[in-house]
Structures are given as C-alpha cells and as structure tokens.
C-alpha cells in the first residue's frame, strides 16, 4: 500500500502503535486506511464497550443504531430494498450517532477501508458500510508481489475479496485450492528449489488457500487449506468461517475454532472484559480469575452458540473454553500480521482443550 501512495504522491501515517490508533487518527483525519480484519473487530467493541459504560440512553442508542445502519446496508447492497421504516431508522442513526461517530474517531473524511491479511466477516463489512465507512478488501500472498485480486470503491463485490487484477489469471483446483499465474508470481524461493517446485507447477502459484470464483467473476476465500480440519464424523470445517462467526459479539475479543479428529468443533474464547464487566459483576482480580468463573463461562458460551446458530449443523460449536488473555505477538500466539498461530496455540492450551471436550452443552442447556 505505501508502495502506491508513494506512486500517487499522497501523503500517508503509520499508526505507531494499535493502542494509540484513535489519537492517531484524529491526528491524522485520513481519507483513506488500510487495516487487518482484527483492527475492525477492536474498534467496534470499543464504540459498544464506551456506549455502555456510559450507561443511559446512550448505552441503547449506540448498539441499536449500529444494528440498523447494519440491516440498512445489507438490504441496499443485497436486497430486498429497506423499506420506509428501516429507512426512517437509518436516517435517525446517521443523524443521531454516524455523524457525531466519525467525527470523534477522526474518520470524517474517509473514503473508504482497505482490508487484507484475514477473513473479514460480512456483517463487520455491512456494520461499517451502514455507518458510512466503506470497506473494499484485496487478496494476495508475499509470492505474487503480493497482489491477486482486489474490490474497488467504485466496483465493490462485497463478501469476496473482488476480482484478479486484469495481467492476473486465477483458477479454481479440484479441490477448491486458489491458483494463480502470471508476472506477479515469484521466480522462485531463494535457494530451495523443492519448495519452489512445490508451489509453482506449471506456472500456476499454488496458494494454499481454498476459494470459489462467484459469477461476477469476484472470488471468495473460504480459510487456508491447511488449516481446513476434518471432525470424526468425516465432516470438513474451514475454522477461520467459524471464528469470524463467533468475533461478531462485540463480547468476543478473540477466537479459535480446533477439533480436528473430535465430534464437534471447539472454541477458545478470549472475552472483551471491559464490556463483560457491564453484564456480569466482576470483582477485584484479574482475568486470569474471572475466566474460571462458572457465570462467565455461561455467558461466554451462550454468545458462542448463538453466533454459530446460522452455521452449519456440523460447524456449530459444542465446547467453549473460556481463556483468560488474548493471543499476542509478545506471547507468540499471532504473527506480526496477527495471523493466530495455531499449532502454537493449540500446543499451549493442549491439556484444557482435551478437558474442555468433557463438558457436554446439551446436557447444560446451552444447545
């Protein structure tokens, strides 16, 4: 991205530090930013966790505008067209919250969004939209320079990662994996010509991605295929579909989905405590503490199973355990890209994992 802007001679910020993003921004007014999917979650919570600390009408305005400027973008952008009252609505949340909103987080003057890294789930994309901030997402690997596919402002295909720029051929393999060929793929890996010979055969990049090419020609990437898992009733589940599902409560701070050779998948649930705290009285400690607790669990896990609801029967979540602290770089749980790295992960929680697997929700009530 620095690369184009040097080329079009705009000016552009490095936020220097995540925490600090919303001074930076109101520093910087940008009228265009280009963030991980992570980035969106955080800023979201954030707008829900204030609103409610703030208590009042305040704490029900905030999420209700949000859920209607939601409704109001997906019906314009998928349809049905919102009807008079939606659209009464909207107006009233554009007036009332979205103006004031983009003012206090410096995005007055935004364009748009620019999005990669991750799997960004549409309703963050329509809950933006509806606020009036647009998000265009690209796809692309450090191998192909790095860009395949990109959406536009102009020409947005939202839910895919948009088309493959025009010097770009892009198919689909018979196992649903992402091809790529053209000038934008690498010559090869520095000195390791097995690996190259791996990855590019018959000058098509395998990505390692699986993804389906839609009629507008726009494609969608569905997870990783190495990380695609199989559950012992020989059902394939894509864990970043299911993660995205579950970070749509703003009670969710981070979330991974494991269950490879089990019945059903799991999650690893890192709350967004401060919002907890608004629902469930929390005393003096530390998360460390509160994740034990049997009413955060049950909290946890209800958000957990009704966010799965809408998945399929095979993807839904059966087990949910509840961790203290979220996954982080300094910890070297995520990539500098805050990628989750799983086999890390799934190492260090490995015993309460198997344990988690022992807890039945049916026999609680929670499914």
């Not at 007036?95 to 983009?102: E, S």
């Not at 609801?309 to 355990?321: H, K």
Request: charged share 25%; net charge neutral.
């Amino acid at each position: 991205m620095i690369y184009i802007y040097l080329q079009r001679k705009y000016r552009y910020a490095i936020c220097h530090d995540p925490n600090a993003l919303l001074e930076d921004l109101q520093a910087v007014r940008p009228e265009a930013l280009t963030c991980v999917p992570r980035i969106f979650d955080k800023v979201l919570a954030g707008i829900i966790t204030k609103s409610a600390k703030a208590g009042g009408a305040q704490a029900k305005l905030v999420p209700w505008a949000l859920e209607t400027g939601r409704k109001y973008a997906h019906a314009k952008t998928f349809g049905p067209a919102p009807g008079v009252g939606l659209a009464l609505q909207y107006k009233i949340a554009e007036t009332v919250v979205f103006k004031k909103l983009r003012g206090l987080l410096g995005l007055d003057r935004l364009k748009y969004f620019s999005s990669g890294s991750a799997a960004l789930h549409i309703d963050v994309a329509m809950t933006y939209l509806g606020m009036g901030m647009p998000i265009v997402q690209g796809y692309g690997l450090t191998e192909t320079s790095p860009v395949i596919t990109v959406n536009r402002p102009e020409s947005n295909h939202y839910g895919t990662v948009g088309p493959p720029l025009d010097f770009v051929d892009v198919k689909i393999a018979d196992d649903g994996e992402v091809l790529t060929r053209g000038r934008h793929v690498m010559l090869g890996y520095y000195r390791d010509d097995a690996a190259t010979a791996a990855t590019i055969v018959d000058d098509w990049l395998h990505t390692g991605d699986i993804g389906e090419i839609g009629d507008d020609g726009a494609l969608r990437i569905t997870d990783r295929k190495k990380e695609v898992f199989k559950t012992d009733t020989g059902k394939f589940v894509a864990p970043a579909r299911v993660e995205a599902a579950i970070k749509r409560s703003s009670y969710v701070a981070q979330a991974m989905v494991v269950g490879d050779g089990r019945p059903h998948p799991a999650a690893l649930v890192a709350p967004n405590w401060d919002l907890l705290k608004t629902e469930i009285k929390l005393e003096q400690g530390a998360p460390e503490d509160w994740a034990g607790r049997d009413d955060v669990r049950a909290f946890i896990t209800a958000q957990v199973v009704h966010e799965t609801a809408d998945l399929g029967s095979y993807e839904q979540i059966r087990r949910v355990l509840v961790i203290p602290n979220e996954f982080s770089v300094e910890s070297g749980e995520l990539s500098p890209s805050f990628k989750i790295k799983r086999r890390v992960v799934e190492e260090r929680y490995r015993d309460r994992i198997a344990a988690a697997y022992g807890v039945d929700l049916h026999a609680q009530g929670y499914v």
